[in-house]
């Protein structure tokens, strides 16, 4: 069993930059894909970044690359989500998932969810 607990949300203006933490509970945080979904209102949820835990090439959604950055610190248990030139339409709920499996299936653990609000 894993619990993620997300932080670092927040009001933010167009332009500007805001890093989210997910810190894991529970055994072998290595050995577990994480990724950072997102959802608007009306909207569905969407995978953002993700990474394994054993390193290799993340996955970014075509609407953050060259924006967003995931990382981990295993030693921590934390995965990180740095975003930076953030528009109004990363307006969302993000959430942290773990999973088992590849970077775009498979996510059976999630967090709480953190509000992030990108307005002037």
């Known amino acids: 069993q894993v619990q993620l607990v997300e932080s670092g949300g927040g009001l933010v203006q167009p332009g500007g930059s805001l890093r989210l933490s997910c810190v894991a509970s529970g055994p072998a945080f290595n050995t577990y894909t994480m990724g950072w979904f997102r959802q608007a209102p009306g909207k569905e949820r969407e995978l953002v970044a993700a990474n394994h835990g054993w390193g290799g090439s993340p996955y970014y959604g075509d609407y953050v690359k060259g924006r967003f950055l995931i990382s981990r610190d295993n030693a921590r248990n934390t995965v990180y989500l740095q975003m930076t030139s953030l528009k109004p339409e990363d307006t969302a709920v993000y959430y942290c998932?773990?999973?088992?499996?590849?970077?775009?299936?498979?996510?059976?653990?999630w967090g709480q969810g953190t509000q992030v609000t990108v307005a002037s």
């Open positions: 998932a773990a999973s088992r499996g590849g970077l775009k299936i498979g996510y059976e653990y």
